[in-house]
């Protein structure tokens, strides 16, 4: 596609309930990132992958996140037993490259909202 | 770890005046400094960016400065006009490290008034 498409737009849970993000990067792009972005925050990082792995997954708050990339493309974020404090806009940004030289290319995000 | 400050919170002008936002940041390793542009409920949108062999760069109405001695950059846009409202966020990072592990400002909400 032409930019970052993430799905769902929107998410309304109860709390304890497992939830599933979905991020499809621009074509060709390797490096793929998500962020977590609170009302009122800049975006915090969560995790980075190259290709299918995860490079870098400090971001993450607690064994309740995990996230996959099993083909090198798409992207999944779970969340287990989702918390009231989730709920942000959940953002997923891809990089032609892994060098520090690339633009991200951020997608209009989902909000997660746990009730 | 890296932590970067964003001032001010909110900032208000008046069509065709200039606006500045500056942030600080910790980590001397840093060498990545871009910003975003985000309107409400849109993505974050790369508007421009400084590498820190580069002490100023200029893009139309947008200008970056970057200060590694005193570890600060700012964004300064001239003749601002209406469309220029937004959330501007600063960020940093080290990116030789493979990866842009962008730690954001908190951000700055301009609005530009007719």
């Known amino acids: 596609g032409a930019g970052v498409s993430q799905t769902p737009s929107n998410k309304v849970t109860e709390k304890g309930k497992y939830v599933e993000l979905r991020c499809d990067p621009i074509?060709?792009?390797?490096?793929l990132y998500w962020y977590r972005q609170s009302l009122g925050q800049g975006p915090e990082f969560l995790i980075y992958?190259?290709?299918?792995?995860?490079?870098?997954d400090s971001g993450l708050p607690n064994d309740r996140f995990f996230a996959v990339r099993p083909e090198g493309s798409v992207s999944t974020l779970k969340i287990q037993r989702t918390e009231r404090g989730d709920s942000a806009v959940y953002l997923c940004?891809?990089?032609?490259?892994?060098?520090?030289?690339?633009?991200?290319?951020f997608g209009e995000g989902s909000r997660l909202t746990v009730l | 770890g890296e932590n970067v400050e964003q001032h001010p919170s909110t900032l208000s002008v008046q069509e065709g005046d200039s606006a500045v936002i500056k942030c600080t940041y910790s980590d001397s390793a840093s060498n990545y400094f871009p910003w975003y542009k985000q309107e409400l409920g849109k993505r974050p949108q790369l508007i421009i960016d400084i590498r820190s062999n580069v002490g100023e760069k200029k893009d139309q109405r947008i200008a970056v400065t970057l200060n590694k001695t005193a570890k600060h950059f700012s964004l300064h846009i001239t003749e601002t006009q209406p469309e220029d409202s937004a959330v501007y966020f600063c960020?940093?990072?080290?990116?030789?490290?493979?990866?842009?592990?962008?730690?954001f400002g908190t951000g700055t909400r301009l609005l530009v008034s007719p």
């Open positions: 960020a940093a990072s080290r990116g030789n490290t493979g990866f842009q592990k962008l730690v």
């Open positions: 074509s060709g792009h390797t490096a």
């Open positions: 992958f190259q290709g299918t792995g995860a490079a870098d």
């Open positions: 940004a891809s990089s032609r490259s892994a060098g520090g030289t690339g633009e991200l290319f």
